[in-house]
């Protein structure tokens, strides 16, 4: 099916009961068997086993092995019809190395639960294209430093309960009521996959970006490249997340990231939710991505129900 036809509703993997397995492999940059120590033990807390990858603890130089180790460790938990669901340990760069060499037959007839943020952004939008749905949340690389409400909400989808959210709303804020499928992920990794087959449809969707360690001027290059793409053209609303540790020269840009985003998206109608807790935050909380979902966002609060 191609990538502007989706389904009404995209596919949502089974949820996870207790002693199911969960894998915990490495896509991008490398990580020790000690960092990812605490998300093992939630892990065992919430009464799920644990696989560990052959990835945890592989280093070529930044990353963790080379491309072909770790197309193989994601490869094999993909097709391990024990593993429930993989959690990507860490971020960082090299995920989109590996994309294109991934067998996903056999993941599209038993899905599972694919689970991270920040470059699991390319698997998000692979799977998207797939329309199989996968879940933005926390990774094992931050679990020890996550605030209780990220991770019972990881938990909470994990086993199925339904998500919903309110929060206080920013005065930066655009009003209104928007419903679609909820897609994106991070502003750097959508800007990378322009052009590609990776890249989603984001039309009669709601769109949702976060981003860390930016300079301001490239964010407002990365806007405007998606906006002469059409990536605004036709979604129904807009959720921003954390803009995180942003930038600037020493000849200031002049606007932070979300007048940035207000500029560069002045002539649309949709609401815009700024300052919500997803992404590179402590309070990063899990959300559903090809859900559908409903956002209000009002002058007191927003409100993001699945």
């Known amino acids: 099916m191609p990538y502007y036809l989706k389904p009404l509703k995209l596919i949502q993997p089974p949820f996870l009961k207790k002693n199911d397995t969960v894998a915990i492999v490495a896509t991008a940059r490398k990580i020790t068997l000690d960092e990812i120590k605490p998300a093992i033990h939630l892990l065992k807390q919430w009464g799920l086993n644990v696989k560990v990858g052959n990835t945890i603890g592989l280093s070529e130089h930044q990353f963790a092995g080379s491309d072909e180790a770790r197309r193989k460790d994601f490869q094999k938990m993909l097709d391990d019809d024990n593993v429930k669901a993989i959690w990507c340990a860490r971020g960082g760069y090299g995920t989109v190395r590996i994309i294109d060499s991934i067998n996903f037959e056999k993941f599209i007839e038993n899905p599972k639960w694919i689970i991270g943020y920040s470059d699991v952004t390319v698997l998000h939008s692979h799977l998207h294209n797939l329309d199989v749905q996968s879940l933005h949340a926390t990774m094992p690389i931050n679990v020890a430093e996550n605030t209780s409400e990220a991770l019972i909400s990881l938990k909470n989808v994990l086993f199925g309960k339904t998500l919903a959210y309110t929060i206080q ?42 981003d860390l360690d930016e300079y301001l001027y490239h964010i407002d290059r990365m806007l405007i490249n998606l906006k002469r793409n059409g990536y605004f053209e036709n979604i129904t609303g807009l959720i921003v997340g954390g803009m995180t540790d942003m930038n600037d020269n020493a000849i200031p840009f002049g606007k932070t990231a979300e007048e940035i985003i207000l500029d560069v998206l002045a002539d649309y109608k949709f609401p815009i939710a ?33």
Not at 282 to 306: M, Q, Y
């Open 169 to 210: 709303s920013s005065k930066k804020n655009k009003i209104g009521t928007a419903q679609g499928h909820l897609v994106g992920g991070n502003l750097s990794m959508l800007y990378s996959l322009i052009g590609s087959k990776t890249c989603i449809s984001t039309k009669d969707k709601i769109l949702f970006i976060e």
């Open 274 to 306: 700024f300052s919500f807790p997803a992404g590179h935050l402590k309070d990063n909380r899990a959300l559903v991505l090809g859900s559908e979902v409903k956002i209000k966002v009002k002058e007191d609060k927003t409100n993001l129900s699945f």
